[in-house]
């Protein structure tokens, strides 16, 4: 099951779509998972030599398998009639090879890295480019639908990514993960699929627990440097409707949305009344022909500079003791939004071909709580110009640690800065394995 959550959310379609299908556990689901599985470098191909024709012995790179659902679905049906077609005989015509495996296993001692990176967004990805290079050996533990989202992040869930440099047509969220990805395992990067779901930060080395492991005295693996990349992730209604029109008319970040080509020239909406929104609503005028903000109370919250620029524009309209309490479209995408008024309860309908949400981020951060210094938001505080938190050898990089900017290359960029605070102090404190 797991393979299925992580090949079936970081497939182009995003991960949003696990959310909307039930795959069934069968056997014949289960073999076809475990035959398509990517093998993970740290075991079974990274250390296999072979004998070439002259008696040498060469390293072999590790072979990687790739598949996304209707392959694994397309599949196991071939086996489920093959072994229909053979009862008894207890096994699929689909061979487990010796070299394929579902899970990395659970260590019975601790299994010890240099350099530990939890998450893997830009930030982690690029972090662990940045250290393989360095010959560090990077351990890279992605997450299994950790904070809600398959690995790889935020960005498995999104459509056209246009801002990013290097892809001047655009490219789909979930597939620059899928290359973020291949570049960390190409310099030789760990990856496990599975959640850190306990750390001990105090100690050295440090201490870290698998999900699933926790109770357990002994941590399953442990390194001297950790890079915290968990990242943010937006607040949202869970409106009806919502899922069907997320990423079709429904967002959270008109900074990398609002220029998609179903938003310009059209009505929006932005649902919050403090600074967030305020900055999106005046963004989103750019493209929109109208802005309307959605308040819940009378008033906002944004600062007085930020409220009077929001009034003032002649594009925006905004809407206080208003709501939105249900996303309507065709199917496809979204074209309305019927509004409650918070104090008289009266019902109404706006033509809106958009609808940004601006209430809020949450930092994966509860992991960290009475350890690390974080905010009053949660956020992980790092010292400015520097990704070094409160702990010797801990350092933070993404949206994690970035409440302002929340963009993929901001996070790549501090996921560089990560790695090479990580080098220089590992240099520092333990030059014999540098």
């Known amino acids: 099951m797991s393979f299925l959550l992580r090949h079936y959310g970081r497939s182009r379609v995003g991960a949003s779509l696990f959310s909307r299908a039930v795959l069934p556990t069968t056997p014949a689901i289960m073999q076809c998972a475990a035959a398509f599985h990517s093998t993970d470098p740290s075991h079974a191909q990274r250390d296999k030599t072979s004998n070439d024709s002259n008696g040498s012995k060469e390293k072999q790179k590790p072979k990687h398998y790739f598949a996304t659902a209707s392959a694994i679905l397309t599949a196991a049906s071939f086996s489920s009639l093959s072994t229909s077609n053979n009862p008894g005989s207890g096994s699929s015509s689909i061979q487990q090879k010796s070299d394929y495996s579902t899970m990395p296993p659970v260590p019975q001692t601790p299994n010890h890295s240099k350099v530990i990176i939890i998450g893997s967004g830009p930030a982690g990805h690029t972090a662990a480019v940045y250290l393989a290079r360095a010959n560090l050996n990077p351990v890279m533990f992605e997450g299994m639908m950790a904070n809600g989202f398959a690995p790889g992040g935020q960005l498995t869930t999104t459509t056209d990514v246009e801002n990013y440099p290097g892809f001047p047509e655009g490219i789909m969220g979930g597939e620059m993960m899928d290359k973020f990805r291949e570049q960390s395992v190409r310099f030789g990067t760990e990856i496990h699929t599975e959640t850190i779901g306990k750390v001990d930060l105090t100690t050295q080395p440090i201490k870290l627990w698998r999900e699933g492991e926790e109770d ?88 007085k500079v930020m409220a009077n620029r929001l009034s003032n524009h002649a594009k925006v309209t905004i809407l206080y003791n208003t709501v939105p309490i249900e996303c309507k479209g065709n199917g496809k995408l979204l074209d309305s939004l019927q509004l409650q008024d918070t104090v008289t309860k009266d019902t109404r309908s706006l033509d809106v071909n958009g609808l940004f949400y601006a209430i809020g981020h949450v930092p994966a951060t509860a992991l960290f709580k009475g350890q690390l210094n974080l905010d009053e938001d949660g956020y992980i505080k790092t010292t400015p110009g520097s990704t070094e938190t409160n702990i010797p050898g801990v350092f933070a990089a993404g949206d994690v640690q970035d409440k302002k900017y929340r963009q993929a290359v901001t996070s790549a960029g501090t996921g560089c800065m990560a790695a090479l605070d990580s080098e220089r102090w590992l240099e520092e404190h333990f030059p014999e394995q540098h």
Not at 228 to 256: D, F, N
Not at 265 to 271: H, Q
């Open 216 to 303: 357990n005295e002994q941590p399953t693996d442990t390194a001297n440097s950790v890079i915290i990349a968990t990242g943010a992730s937006a607040k949202r209604m869970h409106l009806p409707g919502e899922e069907t029109y997320w990423q079709a008319g429904i967002s959270a970040c008109a900074v990398c949305d609002g220029a998609a080509p179903i938003f310009k020239n059209k009505p929006l909406a932005v649902v919050g009344g403090g600074d967030s929104a305020a900055e999106e609503a005046v963004y989103l005028t750019k493209y929109a022909s109208h802005v309307y903000v959605l308040v819940r109370r009378d008033k906002l919250r944004a600062s």
